[in-house]
Nanobody, 128 residues
Framework: VQLVESGGGQAQAGGSLRLSCSASGHIWSVNAMGWYRQAPGKERELVAVGRINGNSWITYYADSVKGRFIISSGTVRGTVFLQMNNLEPEDTAMYYC????????????????????WGQGTQVTVSS
């Protein structure tokens, strides 16, 4: 699976950015997609995960972004977006798209490693 992230940039606190991720290759094996972020000197943090559940799109968010970020699926399989609203300086990080095969209760994605496929990431910088 190849992942390409885009949409990062600079924003003021309170502003918004929208990240995009496109997966290609063996996406037939992908059942969930999400976003991690990593700030300098900090551990990688799972931000959001989404997957299809029947006719619904179900999601999981880290507490730090709940109510501010929205993960959504594109119309093309293997595409996912992250709408980031009310940005805070603490959101500054490199953001990486991630994919999973297992179909899990959403909270379990926080402790289940994704496929070891990573894109180049997209930098988000939020100034106060």
């Amino acid at each position: 699976v190849q992942l390409v992230e885009s949409g990062g940039g600079q924003a003021q606190a309170g502003g918004s950015l929208r990240l995009s991720c496109s997966a290609s290759g063996h996406i037939w094996s992908v059942n969930a997609m999400g976003w991690y972020r990593q700030a300098p000197g900090k551990e990688r943090e799972l931000v959001a995960v989404g997957r299809i559940n029947g006719n619904s799109w179900i999601t999981y968010y880290a507490d730090s972004v709940k109510g501010r970020f929205i993960i959504s699926s594109g119309t093309v399989r293997g595409t996912v977006f992250l709408q980031m609203n009310n940005l805070e300086p603490e959101d500054t990080a490199m953001y990486y798209c991630a994919t999973w095969n297992p179909v899990l209760p959403m909270k379990e994605y926080a402790t289940t490693p994704p496929f070891d496929y990573w894109g180049q990431g997209t930098q988000v910088t939020v100034s106060s």
